[in-house]
């Protein structure tokens, strides 16, 4: 019978089931019992990615509790799945042990987060463990500053609003492959030493794109050869990408966004452990999420610093990107941020 107190007027059940092992991606995840259960105890073989869910009955409620191993992504609004079967929900990974509870929308067709308020296609900033908005040249501290003979200046006043009063622009000089690197040393951090689910976040400001070359998040580059180790994002012209590499050997994803000058973006980074992956997501300036990506392959055990290297990779004193915000932290939670 319907509970008079169930607000969205459904049958209420406690059925909690434990399905088989994942142990492929699924765009329709709807395993045996599923359809009378309202709550799953779900595992996986490794690091498996959720871009879809049956049973699709307009306000149910579904708990989702991780009892295996390995991190369990959720990505939201993605092709791989039918639209009636996406999740809305951001790019959020499942930690052992951890639970998630999504109620479906059926207005919208979508599963939703239930008992959170934050917008789903929009992600709500951290309190990062540090992090610096680059008021001024001697104010980047905690971070430091090289240049391979690009220069750094304060923001010009044309790309200053409300959201964005302050700021470190990244300039080439006349010759090919010059720039600078704003971040940490390159030895701070190490995933699997840590502890895993470390988060680093940019907000920038892309000037031009013709001949442009950034690298940002967790890596070992400062200068214009590219980082031997590191999970970090790739911008090269308009077409940003995520990457891992171990010893100079390097994997990547297919494109997380399309990028265009004149525009203020944020980019994050989840490195979730040392063996496990990376997940690459990018945002606009209002917070509306542009894409995201995984990547399980060649991931360093090296330590490695969080920064970001930009330089223009033809001969010309160039604006490449102004940094207006830079932070990292760690995350006992899932939130892919």
């Keep these: 019978m319907p509970d008079a107190g169930n607000p969205v ?22 395993p045996a019992g599923s359809g009378s ?25 579904m708990t989702l509790i991780n009892v295996g191993s390995f991190p369990i992504v959720f990505l939201s609004n993605n092709a791989s799945a039918s639209s009636a079967n996406r999740f809305d929900i951001g790019a959020r990974a499942l930690l052992p042990d951890e639970s998630i509870t999504l109620i479906y929308d059926g207005t919208d ?3 939703r987060l239930f008992g959170n308020n934050a917008p789903a296609s929009k992600s709500p900033r951290h309190s990062p463990n540090f992090y610096s908005e680059f008021p001024s040249l001697t104010g980047l501290a905690p971070f430091i500053s090289s240049t391979f003979s690009g220069t750094l200046s304060v923001i ?10 302050g700021g470190v622009k990244i300039t080439s000089a006349s010759s090919a492959n010059t720039g600078a690197f704003i971040g940490t040393s390159a030895g701070m951090y190490n995933s699997s030493t840590l502890g895993g689910n470390l988060f680093c976040e940019m907000i920038f400001y892309l000037h031009n794109t013709t001949s ?29 990408i995520g990457k891992n590499a171990s010893s100079s050997t ?14 203020w973006y944020r980019l994050v980074v989840n490195w979730v452990d040392g063996t496990t992956g990376a997940t690459f997501t990018c945002y606009n300036d209002s917070g509306a999420q542009l894409g995201t990506q995984s990547l399980s392959s060649n991931l360093t055990a090296s330590n490695v610093g969080v920064g970001c290297v930009a330089f223009w990779t033809a001969a010309a004193a160039t604006d490449t990107i102004t940094i207006d915000w830079m932070s990292w932290w ?3 939670g899932a939130f892919l941020r």
Aim: hydrophobic share 35%; glycine share 8%.
């Design 37 to 61: 259960a309202s709550v799953m105890r779900i595992s996986s073989d490794q690091r498996r990615t959720l871009t879809g869910m049956g049973n699709t009955v307009n306000g149910r409620i």
């Design 330 to 332: 760690q995350e006992a």
């Design 9 to 30: 007027g459904q049958d209420v059940t406690f059925g909690v089931i434990t399905p088989a092992q994942i142990t492929a991606d699924q765009s329709a995840y709807a």
């Design 156 to 165: 010009a006043s044309a790309q200053t609003s409300a959201s964005h009063q």
């Design 250 to 263: 390097r994997s990547s994803t297919s494109t997380v966004a399309t990028l265009a000058a004149s525009n």
């Design 212 to 240: 442009v070359k950034v690298w940002f998040g967790f890596h070992d580059g400062t200068t214009a050869t590219e980082p031997a180790n590191g999970s970090y994002f790739e911008l090269a012209g308009t077409t940003l």
């Design 109 to 111: 067709t979508k599963w």
